[in-house]
């Protein structure tokens, strides 16, 4: 039998800047998987997701989407990611509708199938009192909801969220967390970072704590419990990250 290929396999990735923000990281996340990856500010993850998303290219090591090496390929990859930042950057001159439209277009989407995907994903979101206005005049977790929209409306099996939820309020929240979950059921994988850790610790199938752009701790809640000895996950997050946080400064 085939062995099922990792949705993501990242090997020996690592970006320097003014300093090593990430540091020969290896992870990997598996089809239909929600995996949260937490970390302090600084931590080296939204570097690592934007070279997975092909944003930023690594120093050094390799990055697999689905077999696909995502640096040799870049458009194969970027055909089944999807890519949402916590700074949406949408066309303020357009509806939700015409944006939608015009992404799809981009991935050559047949309109018989992106049109009616447009609709379910901005009603999914609580968009549909919106359909028509222009983004020039929409807040930021209004912002937010349709980049989310425009970001699946090619139906990717991969999408990666770095910070999906800053800004939205409790409603949109909810929105956002309820299409993810749906999204997860379908088969998709989700990789998203968050501060929020109570959403990490409901959604995600696995949690990856990222420390001075190393991977210090990762598996599901229970096995990061048993492994940390702290029953909560605020707790065993501020003990692994002030661990690695003094070990760095050694």
């Known amino acids: 039998m085939k062995p099922v290929e990792s949705a993501l396999q990242v090997r020996g990735l ?25 970390g302090p500010n600084g931590a080296g993850k939204s570097t690592t997701l934007r070279m997975v998303a092909g944003l930023l ?22 055909r089944i990611m999807a890519w949402v930042s916590d700074e949406p950057m949408i066309y303020d001159k357009l509806t939700p509708l015409e944006y ?26 609580g968009l549909q009192p919106h359909l028509y206005e222009r983004c020039e005049g929409f807040s930021k977790g209004m912002r937010q909801k349709v980049a989310l929209a ?3 409306v090619h139906d990717p099996r991969l999408i990666i969220l770095d910070e999906p939820l800053t800004g ?38 696995r949690i990856g704590v990222i420390a001075a752009g190393r991977l210090v701790a990762e598996g599901t809640l229970a096995e ?16 692994l990250v002030g661990a690695e946080t003094e070990t760095a400064a050694a």
């Open 168 to 205: 939205l309020d409790a409603v949109s929240a909810r929105h956002v967390k309820g299409l993810l979950g749906d999204r997860v059921r379908a088969g998709c994988t989700v990789i998203m970072t968050t501060h929020i850790l109570e959403v990490a610790e409901r959604m995600a199938d």
């Open 224 to 239: 990061l419990r048993q492994q940390n000895g702290h029953h909560s996950l605020e707790d065993m997050f501020i003990a």
């Open 57 to 78: 290219r690594p120093d050094a090591g390799t990055v697999g989407v689905f077999g696909i090496d995502a640096l040799a390929n870049p458009l194969a990859a970027k």
């Open 14 to 38: 690592t970006k320097r800047f003014d300093r090593l923000a990430v540091d020969a990281l290896d992870l990997t996340v598996q089809p239909g998987e929600f995996y949260a990856l937490l």
């Open 100 to 125: 939608l439209e015009f992404v799809a277009g981009l991935w050559a989407v047949d309109p018989a199938i992106s049109e009616p995907a447009a609709h379910e994903l901005l009603f999914s979101l």
């Open 150 to 152: 425009g970001a699946l």
